[in-house]
C-alpha cells in the first residue's frame, strides 16, 4: 500500500533553515509528480511546492527564492529545504501523490518558527 512519511520538522528562529523529508513507498515513485502542502492553525491547507516526475517544479509565491523542493527517485524521498524561515511559515507540513484514483497524504510534522 501506498505510504508517505515525513521527517524533519521542528522548532526554528527566525531566518533558520530546516530540510523536511518525505519517504515514499508502496508505488513507483519516479513516475508521480509529488507535492508538499502546509496547514497552519485556522487556516486552510495550501500547496507549497509541486515536483513532477520529471523534477519541474513549482512554489507558491509565499515561499519563492526561499523554498527548494527536490527529489531522490533512488531512496524513493521528496525533500523541502525551507531557508529564510518566517513566523508565517509555522504550520504542519504535508507529503502529497496523486494516484490514478485517489490522492495520498502523509500524516504531517509540524514546524514552528519563533523566537
Known amino acids: 500500500q501506498v505510504q508517505l512519511v515525513e521527517s524533519g520538522g521542528g522548532l526554528v528562529q527566525p531566518g533558520g533553515s530546516l530540510r523536511l523529508s518525505c519517504a515514499a513507498s508502496?508505488?513507483?515513485?519516479?513516475?508521480?509528480?509529488m507535492s508538499w502542502y502546509r496547514q497552519a492553525p485556522g487556516k486552510e491547507r495550501e500547496l507549497v511546492a509541486g515536483?513532477?516526475?520529471?523534477?519541474?517544479?513549482n512554489y507558491a509565491d509565499s515561499v519563492k527564492g526561499r523554498f527548494t523542493i527536490s527529489r531522490d527517485n533512488v531512496k524513493n524521498t521528496v525533500y523541502l529545504q525551507m531557508n529564510s524561515l518566517r513566523p508565517e511559515d509555522t504550520a504542519v507540513y504535508y507529503c502529497?501523490?496523486?494516484?490514478?484514483?485517489?490522492?495520498?497524504w502523509g500524516q504531517g510534522t509540524q514546524v514552528t518558527v519563533s523566537s
Open positions: 508502496g508505488f513507483t515513485f519516479s513516475n508521480y509528480a
Open positions: 515536483i513532477s516526475a520529471g523534477s519541474i517544479t
Open positions: 502529497k501523490t496523486r494516484g490514478v484514483f485517489r490522492e495520498y
